[in-house]
């Protein structure tokens, strides 16, 4: 099982970014998806999350409104498109799944927002 993040960068406050997350190893098409994310000396926090079809989706609330978290379950692929991204977005962002009762994470993918 592995899951490889990216689309990360360094943009300023305002711009999008669109994060994606290539999982292999798996049936990805069967297993609900998250992204979660951990800043600077801070612990993970959820972002969002989608269910195996791509018909449900949930969002924390500072997501809701500026984040959209989607699949492509033919090419085994999360996305999470970030818009109006803030300094206080600035963090390494992760893909996860819940696989065999034990969380798998990927490696990450730093967004950092600064003027």
Known sequence: VQLVESGGGLVQPGS???LSCAA???TFGTY???WVRQAP???PEWVSSIDSGGDKKYYTNFAKGRFTISRDNAKSTLYLQMNSLKPED?????????????SIRGQGTQV???S
Do not use: P, Q
């Open 16 to 18: 999008s970014l669109r």
């Open 24 to 26: 292999s190893g798996f």
């Open 32 to 34: 609900d998806m998250r």
């Open 41 to 43: 000396g801070k612990g």
């Open 90 to 102: 600035t963090a390494v962002y992760y893909c996860e799944t819940t696989h065999g009762g034990i």
């Open 112 to 114: 950092t927002v600064s």
